[in-house]
């Protein structure tokens, strides 16, 4: 059974930003893309970062251009750096392992997340 421990959240003021992590018991990490997804109150989790296994990056248009995706395998770390940081990106940040073409999370099991919120 896979584990994700999701860290790095907190109380930001806009424009602040945040580095949020991911630590993961996968033993093929270095091997798998990672993502991280998002789940805003009374809305659907949704995907908004993706890194493969040899560092390519893609973005939901929410985020693109303010948030940066990276990796260290030995650690099999994920992580997300948020800059620009507005209300609407307040909410619970997960990682897990996206399929290739869908993005949907391939693991049913969530880690316990952390919480973002933007607020003044």
């Known amino acids: 059974q896979v584990q994700f421990v999701e860290s790095g959240g907190g109380l930001v003021q806009p424009g602040g930003s945040l580095r949020l992590s991911c630590a993961t018991s996968r033993r093929s990490f270095s091997l798998s893309a990672m993502g991280w997804y998002r789940q805003a109150p009374g809305k659907q989790r949704e995907w908004i970062a993706r890194?493969?296994?040899?560092?390519?990056?893609d973005y939901g248009d929410s985020v693109k251009g303010r948030f940066t995706i990276s990796r260290d395998n030995a650690k099999k770390t994920v992580y997300l750096r948020m800059n620009s940081l507005n209300a609407e990106d307040t909410a619970v940040y997960y990682c897990?392992?996206?399929?290739?073409?869908?993005?949907?999370?391939?693991?049913?099991?969530w880690g316990p997340g952390t919480q973002v919120t933007v607020s003044s």
């Open positions: 890194i493969t296994s040899n560092g390519t990056t």
């Open positions: 897990n392992v996206p399929a290739p073409e869908t993005k949907v999370p391939i693991f049913a099991s």
